[in-house]
């Protein structure tokens, strides 16, 4: 009899913890459901896939196309497209180009101990000269067509560095040369040159042929580009209210 009664309650003791639990269970579900529904969202924003040089290039709608020119001063292959194809594009159209020219090629840049720098040109020594006599003429000559004169000039003769400067300087009249040569002689100079090398190296897709050329921070058809220079600056200045005038004859 005892037994039997034991049995009973441990039946109901077994039902009434079930019932607790049943209880429990919905209570919670039901509760944690409407915190979600009520709790904020959080939204992701999808993903942009784009360059580090496309965001760095931009530009406005009507501006200018941003022609950005990867070069080596003592590349022949630089010299030709800087001579036959930049210079006559920008006498032509400079009012569609925003011109960028960043010296330095297939270099390596190495940091001294004392926290100086030195590079490795492909070109040899010369070359990682003649590279840093343009970063710092660029730099010091701001108005466009008197820079890329200057640059015209002194690639088409650069084995002499500081003799091309000189001479580049008193044909096309460029009076603040002495700032250019202190600039070379200081570590300014080589600090130009390491931010070129940085440009460079952040390049995607990276470099493989000089000289490279960027329009709005795209590689695009390197080939025709090289050949065509102004066509293909006319295939996307459309939004330029000059490039019907201008591209006419090009697109």
């Known amino acids: 009899m005892v037994s039997q009664t034991r049995k009973r309650i441990l039946i109901l003791l077994s039902v009434v913890v079930i019932l607790f639990l049943l209880v429990r ?7 944690l459901e409407a915190s979600i529904s009520s709790a904020p969202q959080l939204v992701i924003p ?13 530009r406005a709608p009507g501006a200018p196309v941003i022609v950005t020119v990867f070069y080596e001063a003592l590349c022949p292959d630089s010299k030709h497209f800087i001579t036959k194809q930049l210079i006559p ?38 070359e990682c000269e003649a590279n840093t006599y343009h970063a710092c003429t660029i730099e010091a000559v701001q108005e466009p067509q008197a820079r890329l004169d200057m640059i015209a000039c002194m690639i088409r003769d650069n084995r002499l560095p500081k003799d091309a400067l000189h001479k580049c300087a008193k044909q096309h009249n460029i009076d603040n040369v002495d700032l250019i040569q202190k600039c070379f002689d200081s570590s300014h100079g080589s600090e130009l040159l390491k931010l070129n090398g940085d440009l460079t190296h952040a390049l995607r897709p990276s470099i493989t042929f000089i000289p490279t050329i960027t329009l709005d921070g795209y590689q695009g058809k390197q080939a025709l580009i090289l050949k065509n220079l ?17 591209c006419g004859q090009h697109s």
């Open 89 to 126: 594009a920008f006498k032509e159209a400079s009012i569609l180009m925003d011109t960028r020219l960043v010296p330095y090629g297939k270099a390596s840049t190495m940091t001294n101990p004392d926290g100086t720098f030195r590079f490795d040109c492909q070109h040899g020594q010369v």
């Open 230 to 246: 102004l066509a293909e600056i006319c295939k996307i200045a459309g939004d330029n209210e000059k490039a019907d005038e201008i």
């Open 25 to 31: 269970y919905v209570f919670f579900n039901g509760s």
């Open 46 to 58: 999808q993903q942009q896939h784009e360059s580090h040089d496309s965001q760095t290039y931009r």
